[in-house]
């Protein structure tokens, strides 16, 4: 997907195709006030108070039909620079203008481009003529704060795109259609994994009976391989005293994330953000010898963030996610082998689920911000030297990202690349040599003295939420059967004459230990067949007269019109297969 911010040459195409809009916008709605209309990585938008009127979805192309007039118009784009005072003068009438120029310094240069009977500020640069703005869609509308805040005004906002060619418009539109099919808001609905409701609350997601099928799977796949590496898994609640974030230091640096405090027979509690303070109690509630090292702390936590409105998108951002989380309480000796252990585990756990598409970063901490990070630069030297010299001699290639460290330390993000949209990330392991500090952790040395341990955070999974957004994107719904909630649907293709056989292979599959339904209703086959690729289940069995007098079944795998036939065995042998090496079906 083209990134229309860095592409410099789309980048000026889109910003002079934003004004076309705007002046388009004009036209029709000769009252609209327009704020800002910045290109961004998917196109351009531009925010605009249209009064009373609401644009609806017949309206875009109404509006598309006006720009095409504008630009074939063919005006001249025309910059001029003016100062503070004249360009006061000149938007006098149009209040969100007048904020943003008084909020420029007095020796800015300001400028403006005009084009025919529409001047906007702007800094450019432009083309030259709106002639050169010829093949462009407008994609989507919403509406978006006044400068983001939510007391403000909601203004209008119409999204959109433009290109050189019309090839290339119609190259990007079709992977637009692309995009809006794997979509895992959409497929969440299809095939009945989650639910939203206002009343229950924006961005408080509901797993529907599949959903949590899945969620159960991914959780039972990555606890069932920590299990195996030594981890101990614990349960905390959901929420804590002020003051546990206080020692922790989240307070001072993470408020702004948190749900407000809460005010309870004089304590005050918040919704947890996240589980380390929590994990830090956990190894504080028993003496410790340095032959107890490593204890590895796990735990599938429910945690609560305020994220805005705006930010919120399915289960991929929501205000409350579990989270596969660790913490992992180390000698000094230590830290190298357990890091390598992580990152192993999740190269591991990325191989066996077919992610291929990611990257580590490196995040640092910017050392000319005294404020957001725990002041011991000793600490930080050592913490930041140790985890390239990890990185380095195990031969994994990654980038310094300087300021995006935690507050305690340094740590390793590894960014997937999702099917649709921008990456982010998944997987996380950080170093931290402050909050067992702050909590006064300790363990008993070889030599009978107190020390204190450093902790590895680490989350392999990420959120569980988000890891099945991704993978609903990665596979377009079609599950591997391992994460199906069902495997298998058997579908007799006459109920009079088939059904019992169907049944007969339900009982086989069934007994066997696989997730399976078979459909006994009254309906045409096509009708049934259509209904079951809709659902995408992995197997499709189709049972008629051959298949009864042979012994044998007939099966489509999710994805595929082709049709093979296989003894009841064989099929088994098959599923199991696909089972154990978590075959996925759209590879």
């Known amino acids: ?300 936590a429910r945690d609560c963030r305020f994220e805005t409105s705006g930010s919120l998108k399915g289960i991929e951002r929501v205000r409350t996610f579990c989270q596969n989380d660790a913490h992992l309480f180390v000698t000094s000796e230590q830290i190298e082998d357990e890091f390598s252990k992580v990152v192993n585990l999740i190269l591991e756990t990325y191989k066996e689920l077919g992610i291929t598409e990611f990257r580590f970063e490196l995040s640092l901490r910017d050392k000319e911000d005294k404020v957001k990070y725990y002041p011991d630069d000793e600490m930080w030297d050592s913490a930041e030297t140790k985890l390239r010299k990890i990185l380095d001699d195990y031969g994994y290639p990654y980038v310094e990202k300087i300021g995006e460290a935690a507050f305690y330390g340094p740590k390793l993000d590894v960014q997937v690349k999702p099917a649709i949209g921008p990456e982010y990330t998944l997987s996380t392991c950080q170093l931290d040599f402050c909050l067992p500090m702050r909590f006064n952790l300790s363990y008993v040395d070889a030599s009978g003295e107190k020390k204190t341990p450093i902790v590895i955070h680490r989350a392999i999974l990420g959120a569980i939420d988000r890891t099945i957004a991704y993978y609903l994107e990665e596979t377009k719904g079609y599950l591997p059967a391992w994460l199906a909630p069902k495997q298998v649907k058997v579908i007799p293709v006459n109920n009079e004459y088939h059904l019992d056989y169907a049944k007969e292979v339900f009982d086989k599959l069934a007994s066997s230990g696989f997730r399976v339904e078979i459909d006994e209703r009254n309906e045409k086959l096509g009708y049934k067949l259509r209904e079951s690729v809709v659902k995408k289940v992995p197997y499709m069995l189709i049972l008629g007269g051959k298949e009864k007098d042979d012994n044998t079944i007939s099966y489509r795998r999710a994805g595929s019109e082709e049709t093979t036939t296989l003894k009841i065995e064989e099929f088994i042998d098959l599923l199991n297969n696909d089972i154990k090496n978590k075959v996925r079906y759209d590879k």
């Open 1 to 300: 997907m083209v990134n229309f911010k860095e592409n410099e040459e789309l980048n000026i195409l889109n910003h002079s195709c934003a004004h076309l809009m705007a002046q388009a916008v004009k036209h029709l709605y000769p009252n609209a006030k327009f704020w800002v209309g910045p290109v961004v990585e998917e196109g351009f938008y531009y925010d605009i108070d249209l009064g009373d009127d609401v644009i609806k979805e017949e309206d875009l192309e109404r509006i598309e039909r006006e720009m095409k007039k504008c630009s074939k118009s063919a005006k001249n784009i025309i910059r001029k620079e003016i100062t503070k005072d004249e360009a006061l003068e000149m938007f006098k009438d149009d209040s969100y203008k007048l904020d943003l120029i008084s909020r420029m310094e007095d020796e800015n240069v300001i400028s403006c481009y005009t084009q025919g009977d529409f001047t906007d500020l702007c800094r450019g640069p432009h083309m030259e003529n709106t002639k050169e703005i010829k093949y462009f869609k407008l994609i989507k509308f919403s509406g978006a704060y006044w400068k983001g805040d939510a007391n403000n005004k909601v203004l209008q906002r119409i999204y959109g795109v433009c290109f050189k060619t019309e090839e290339d418009l119609n190259a990007h539109l079709q992977e637009l259609e692309e995009m809006k099919l794997r979509d895992h808001r959409k497929i969440g609905k299809d095939l009945d994994i989650f639910m939203t409701s206002d009343l229950v609350g924006k961005g408080l997601p509901i797993y529907l009976p599949n959903g949590y099928f899945i969620w159960e799977q991914l959780e039972n796949y990555i606890k069932d391989k920590e299990k195996k590496l030594g981890y101990l898994h614990v349960l905390t609640p959901p929420l804590g005293n002020v003051e546990l974030y206080k020692t922790s230091g989240h307070w001072d640096h993470y408020q702004e994330s948190m749900f407000p405090k809460m005010e309870v027979e004089g304590e005050e509690f918040v919704l947890r953000p996240m589980n380390c303070p929590h994990h830090m109690m956990v190894y504080a509630n028993a003496i410790h010898s340095y032959r107890d090292l490593p204890i590895r702390i796990g735990e599938i």
